[in-house]
RNA sequence: GGCGCGUUCGUCUAGUGGUUAGGACGCUGGGUUUUCAUCCCAGUAAUCGCGGGUUCGAAUCCCGCACGCGCUACCA
């Protein structure tokens, strides 16, 4: 058998889609399942949508998804240039037997007259396609136009009356009435080609096996084929696989551009895991046969059989977006990485966290509250700064008693600072350093037993350890107390609680 | 408008003539817990888009319709 050999074909035309690295994934694991070859071949062959930086950004994306290929433009190649704009006379070259072959024509309409034709085509409610004026063009005309030097392009020359069928992997077989597919230009006014020659030619030349591209590309298949029967290469046509397409979670229509979940530079800066979201992505189009939702490409293989007719075995509806569910993958890939993994992880990610250096102790308590890397900074801020204390956050406690107590205590308020000042004798006489029996064993003393002054009631175990959280944190949501407590040291907790009792009633008014 | 594809819980998916239509996310409730989260348990929710057939029997096969998506450029 021969090689394997897949494709992705991305025009640098902005910043990386979420919709290329799911395309790219499926190029990838058919390659590599069968040691094949996975290629990236640059379409930049429209230069008004040329963006500076995207194939650079784009080189950066695979490289983080871990999708890395066997040939691109940088690497090279066997059969480089793998930059469409670097490959113009193969593409001119190829025009010129279709020309020869009389399966494609020279066309000197202008855009105006084009434009006029499609409006009126429109008005009349009949499908906008070309009116093949220039097909009836004699030979002289031709000739004396191209010596006037007529801005021209070359058109396909597409057969009348004729049942065009496409073997599609996931579909099947579909058919198109070849009176309805427009003579499309193939060799731009610019020399540029269209997509329709280059990809179809550089397909051929540099040996694709498996043509995986997004449904899009559906309905111009039959011009795919045509092409391949007009140059002769039926016989080595490979499949083509056309995966469904990612819609929005909400609303209607493909994700696009104005999404914010469409960037990766969105899951980059939330904390995303490349694994996670590949998972995620195989996920909505593919079951896994033993019902897990987790696993990894390597497990996604188990779709690919290139001996079947789809390929791929994945669903061919399109799915909506959900990040709700993908966040719940991200999160699942936390909770079973390594702490040492996490922190390395957790490092790169916050690379201009200040403290990021003592992040290592703190991983274990945040692993199982946290679905994305970015989670990391609202919870643990508190442990490294002295917080912004916010008596509204004080006044969510109210502390439950067993029986009414005495009017200094009522209101809760004026509680609460008792409580704390309670809380402060008792950290002060704990002895160092602290452990965490000890420290529980004596605020739950506090709390049954001590409190309030007199004996005349008592304030419940769990207000008692809110009151000291928000007094420690500013906040009433943290990680474990007493771990929390122990790095950010006995000194610390004894100013921060110092603070509260002192200042009490006062901050943040 | 034309052409093509698609249509099972809110979402992703299993299901290919006989199932209590299964799983996952989400949501709700409960348990564990000093908060939150994790973990565990339970629940919620799909007359299988609609209407006709075929059949003893249809989510599964056929036809029609509706809706959704894509394409309809000298963009990819």
């Known amino acids: ?134 097909r009836s063009l004699s030979e002289e005309e031709v000739q004396s136009n191209l010596a006037k030097k007529v801005s021209y392009v070359v058109r396909m020359k597409i057969p009348e009356n004729e049942i065009i069928k496409v073997q599609d992997a996931l579909m099947g077989e579909i058919e198109f009435d070849s009176n309805l597919i427009d003579d499309q230009v193939l060799l731009k006014s610019d020399g540029f080609p269209t997509y329709h020659l280059a990809a179809t030619v550089d397909d051929h030349l540099m040996e694709i096996t498996h043509v995986i591209r997004g449904r899009e590309w559906m309905p111009s298949t039959p011009k795919h084929v045509l092409l391949y029967r007009f140059f002769g290469w039926e016989k080595e046509m490979p499949p083509f696989i056309h995966p469904p397409l990612i819609l929005k979670s909400e609303g209607q229509g493909k994700l696009s551009k104005r999404d914010n979940v469409s960037s990766i530079d969105y899951y980059k800066s939330e904390g995303f895991f490349p694994e996670a979201i590949l998972n995620y992505l195989a996920n909505i189009v593919w079951n896994h046969p033993d019902g897990k939702e987790i696993y990894d490409w390597k497990e996604f293989e188990q779709a690919v059989d290139i001996n079947t007719p789809k390929v791929i075995n994945i669903t061919s509806q399109a799915p909506k977006f959900d990040l709700k569910k993908l966040e719940w993958v991200n999160g699942e890939y936390i909770r079973k990485m390594s702490d040492e993994e996490l922190t390395k992880r957790l490092q790169e990610f916050l690379v201009d966290h200040p403290n990021k250096d003592q992040i290592g102790p703190v991983v274990p308590l945040i692993k199982e509250r946290i679905t994305k890397l970015s989670d990391f900074v609202p919870l643990t801020d508190f442990i490294w700064e002295k917080p912004e204390y916010d008596m509204e956050v004080f006044k969510k406690i109210q502390p439950k008693v067993d029986r009414p107590l005495d009017e200094k205590i009522n209101p809760p308020a004026g509680g609460q600072k008792m409580v704390l000042e309670k809380i402060l004798g008792v950290m002060e006489t704990l002895p160092r350093p602290w452990n965490a029996e000890e420290f529980e064993k004596s605020f739950r003393k506090l709390a049954e037993d001590d409190l309030p002054a007199g004996g005349q009631g008592k304030i419940k175990v769990g207000d008692m350890f809110q009151l000291i959280r928000v007094a420690v944190s500013g906040q009433l949501i943290t990680p474990p107390l007493f771990e929390s407590v122990k790095i950010i040291g006995e000194k610390e907790i004894l100013d921060r609680v110092k603070w509260v009792v002192e200042n009490f009633g006062e901050f943040n008014e």
């Open 1 to 134: 058998m021969n090689q394997v050999r897949t494709r992705f074909a991305p025009s640098p035309t902005g910043f990386v889609h979420i919709g290329s690295i799911y395309l790219t994934m499926f190029d990838y694991i058919v390659a590599k399942k069968y040691h094949g070859q996975f290629i990236i071949r640059v379409e930049d062959t429209d230069q008004n949508r040329y963006v500076e930086g995207a194939e650079d950004a784009l080189f950066r994306a695979l490289d983080w998804f871990g999708l890395t290929s066997d040939e691109d433009p940088i690497k090279g190649g066997p059969f480089a240039p793998y930059r469409q704009s670097e490959r113009l006379d193969i593409y001119r070259q190829h025009a010129e037997i279709l020309l020869k072959n009389g399966h494609a024509y020279y066309c000197f309409c202008t855009k105006e007259r084009l434009e006029e034709h499609r409006k009126q085509q429109e008005s009349k409610r009949q499908p906008s396609m070309y009116d093949k004026h220039c």
